[in-house]
Structures are given as C-alpha cells and as structure tokens.
C-alpha cells in the first residue's frame, strides 16, 4: 500500500469509529469472490470501531453466516426481516453487546422503506447498497458524490443510467440516512474503496456537506502548504511560508471533502481589482472541475467585496483561464503595486482579467 493510501485510510479511522453502517446485499446474485472481499472489508470495519448492520437480501443466510464465522467477525442473527415486530430491537440487542447485526431480508429491494425505517430508526450515518451491476453511471462513469435535491432530479429526469437505484438511494436520505451509497457489489474491495477515499468509486447520495468551498482555517495550512508545495518547486506558484499565509489568511479559500482539503484560491484585493491567486488542485482531484469552482468563488468574494474585475497572472494555464472569460492583457494594466511585485520577480508571466 503506498504511502498516500495509508494517510487515506488513516484520515478516515477516527471520523468512523462508533458510527452505525447498514450494508445490503444479495449474496446470492453476487460472485463468491467479491462476497468473500466483501465479509473480509466488514470485518475491517469492525476492527477500527465501526457498528455494522449486515442486511442479506437473498441467498443462504446460514452459509453466509458461517463464512463469516470463518473471517472472525463478531456476529448474532436477526431472525426478524425488517417490518417484523422486534426486528430493530433485536439489531439494538446485538450492537450493544459489539457484536454486528446480521438481518435476513429475504424479499426485500435494497432500498425497501421497512428496511430504510429500521436504518433510520437505528441512527445510521450510512446505507450501503451492493448490486449485482454498475450501479449509478452519469455520462459512463459513476455519479459520485450528489446531494440529495439533485439525485432526485436527475432520477426523475432519466439522465442517469441506474435511475431506479438513484431514485431509491435519494428516497433513502431523504428519509433521514445522511449518506446513502450505491455500489458495483461484483468488484472485489469496493466497499472500503469507496469508503476510505475522499471520491470513492461508486455513488453517494448526502444531505451533510459533502464538498464544501469554506474559509482557510488555521489548522488547514499545513495540509495548505504541503499540497502546493510541489508547484512552488517547479516555479508555478509563488513560494509562501506559515507566517505569509497565515497574514494573509482572510484572502484563501479551499475546496474540501468529507473536511480534506483537496483545493485552494486566494483573491488578493487592490483597488478596484482582485488578483486570483494560489491557485491549486490536487493531483488526484484533477480532471474534476474543482479548479473552475475555486476561481469561481474568487470572483464571487470580489464581487461581494466591490471590485469591478479580476486578474491572473500565469506562465502556464492561459488556456483554463481563456475558457473562463479571461483576455490577455498588458502589464500595464495591472495595478501599480503588483505591476512593481511583478517587475522585481524577473517572472516572465502573462496577465489575463475579466470583469466581475
């Protein structure tokens, strides 16, 4: 495992421990292989504190249970299918003593409002759906992360593939799961792929703050300065410090995940313009559209602040910032104090504004 995937996982242990997950799946419709990757990740869970309730829509139960034996995970059975008087009781029973919850939904659809009300009623953070398929596609790939107003509709508007599953994820948090995933249950060690990674690898439906641009905190800066380091190395950001970043704090805002910083965009103010600066996205969250939203928000916080344009100075993105409405000017036209700055710099930049 590389080391970017041990702090991944590392990140993740605390956020999870003591929390409830009710993870459903067809044994029976699943391969053997990943049904035994999937019992291996449950028990992993386990290991770091997760309370887990396991929901088995189909298939033996009792072989189920005895693989699980096998694996060492600590279980009970529930006799009771959800909508069965003494069901959430029992799964309550169970929980208390450490143990995981092991339910025969035979039956059952992985988003069944019975086995949703038991969830909710058991203060789930998560509902996890492994289906035999690819689960929910957008344009061929699957959709993320998507709050719970736009799941419902795109599933209504037919644009997904999988919009059935979408539709009953989005039905399932609007009920109260704060996030509700869909995933491909035939791939091998989907479960802590997804659960484990700030993007995941299947679809996630939330109604909490999922992705977020917010304010530089202070205890955001080193992770600040670490992720842009590598720019500042090979000379495309200009090199900051704690203490710079820290006088100019109120400028940055960062993009974050699940609470990670994986972007930031500062706009420093002069008069009557703002520089779009700082620019940054995570080599594993390009691609992504993040960058636009930042310089987004940039020119939201100029236009909140008064100024009437904003500028960028770049040696190598003229072609992002074309695409978001910025022209190539002058040097001239900066602002005297940052047209100095520049000048000192010996950096051979191109300057690109737009108004705001």
Known sequence: ????????VLQYVPLFRGRLFVVVFDEDLLPEPAVAETLLDLYALQQIGVRLVICVLGGDVADLADWATEMELKFDRVVMGPGEEGCAERCREILGRGQAALVDCAGKKSFDPELVAVARGLGATKLISLVNGPGVLHEERPLHAVAVREAQRMAESGSVVGAKLLAGAAAACAAGIPRVHVLDGREQGV???????????????????????????????????????RSVRAAHL?????????????????????????????????????????????QSHEGLGYGRELVKAAEQKARDAGLGKVFALTNRASQFFDKLGYREVGVACLPEVRRERLEASGRQSVVLERGV
């Open 1 to 8: 495992m590389a080391v970017g995937d041990v702090k991944a």
């Open 191 to 229: 479960l802590t792929d997804e659960l484990f990674s700030n993007e995941g690898v299947g679809t996630m439906v939330h109604t909490d703050a999922y992705k977020e641009i917010r304010k530089l905190r202070e205890d955001d800066i080193p992770e600040l300065l670490a992720m842009v380091g």
């Open 238 to 282: 200009v090199p900051r410090d704690y203490v710079s970043v820290v006088e100019k704090a109120e400028d940055f805002l960062v993009l974050s995940l699940d609470d990670n910083v994986v972007g930031c965009v500062a706009l420093h103010r002069y008069e009557g313009a703002g520089e779009v600066a700082c620019l940054y996205v995570k």
